[in-house]
């Protein structure tokens, strides 16, 4: 018997190790309601660990949601700073528009001034040398523009068209070299040619005797049949007299800042 | 013809940066001139045919976005381009600095050329002086352009495969084991 226990004892142990919790199972089912010892014991010494172990594991899933993953928050300051970014853009739109608009009414008020008919134009490209001074704008012989026709800005005179394509014209500035226009001292009227010197002008052929000072505004004469007459140029900066010259030497800062020049109006046509 | 249309592309996409990129970027002094740079490039490393082809086409190209009159950097351009093929034959192609030299150099001659067609042949009154004091700002424009393109084209080459001789580039050499 010993021997047939000792032959098959992990069977016999494993009968009866399931009939035992079968029948405790079996128990237990009877009694629903009852906590039994034994859970009682396990909750009360598991609770302490339990209640750290949740803290734990709020603790990393708290700063895992809150600082780590953050995939709402993440998303949220995308979708605000992608609206800020859009509201800024729009801020800024608005404001060049304002700005925009400001140029341009003061363009047509020097348009109505001198009562001619205009286009306006927007600057879109400047020279490719380093010694030219020359502009493209976006108006073309397709808006009616023709070599030869003035360009103003609402400070004065910028120059006038020389080459047309369908879609854009080259303007030669009044400070490139090549550049001549007949003007004449606002204040005394002296008269001379205003010629380019490349930022600067210089009012060339005043008489030696002529009254020219610094600060002297220098407007167009209307001669030369391309400006109107009375067009701001330059105000004067260095007037000298050399003791042998026959005429001054006069240099003239242009009144139109050329660095910062964006849109322009060609004046079209005769003086109504 | 590719290489031909290649450069045209590319003398287009520099005067287009000149005229429009630039200006709003750098100060009026301080804008290099891409397409000296070029023409010195094609000088040094293309055939005498294809080089004057595209020097007058972009000489055509730059005379339409500067100045008054076409025809003025087309002489330019091809006078610049005949020279420095002149010299490249007798200068030492292997020094890293040729290409750099010959910029410099360039760029001093493109300016005299330039002021002389305007003063004998366009009457442009004072352009000598506004020329002469643009210069130094030119030169080193130019310089640092050019040494941004030539860093440029050396990550650039490898890519395409293109082992094409450029003068000055002795590392290139040592890279592609010519």
Known sequence: MRELFNRYRFFFLAVVLLLSTLLLYSYNLRNKGATSFFERAILTIAAPFQASLDESADFITGLWGNYLWLVDARRQNLDLLQENRQLTSELQQVEEIRLQNERLRNLLALVDDIDRAALPAQIIGEDASNWARTVTIDKGSRAGLRAGLPVVAAEGVVGRIIKTAPGSSRVLLVTDASSNIAALVQRTRTRGIVHGLGSKLALKYALRDAEVAAGDLLVTSGMGGVFPKGLSLGKVQIAERDELALFQKIVVVPVVDFSHLEEVMVLLGEDR | ?178
Request: net charge positive.
């Open chain 2, 1 to 178: 013809m590719r290489r031909f249309l290649l450069y045209l592309l590319i003398g287009i996409f520099f005067v287009l940066l000149q005229s429009s990129l630039f200006p709003l970027l750098l100060p009026a002094g301080l804008r290099p001139n891409l397409l000296m740079i070029l023409i010195v490039y094609l000088g040094l490393s293309e055939n005498l045919t294809r080089a004057v082809l595209v020097a007058l086409l972009l000489g055509g190209i730059q005379d339409s976005f500067s100045g008054t009159s076409l025809g003025l950097y087309v002489t330019v351009d091809l006078v610049l381009l005949l020279l420095v093929r002149l010299l490249s034959t007798h200068l030492n192609t292997e020094n890293p600095a040729l290409l750099l030299l010959l910029i410099a150099g360039g760029t001093l001659v493109q300016n005299l050329l330039v002021g002389f067609c305007l003063m004998f042949f366009a009457d442009a009154g004072p352009i000598l002086s506004i020329l002469l004091s643009a210069l130094p700002q030119q030169l080193l424009a130019n310089l640092l352009a050019a040494l941004l393109m030539l860093l440029l084209l050396l990550r650039i080459q490898p890519m395409f495969g293109s082992r094409s001789g450029l003068p000055g580039l002795i590392y290139q050499s040592k890279r592609h084991g010519a």
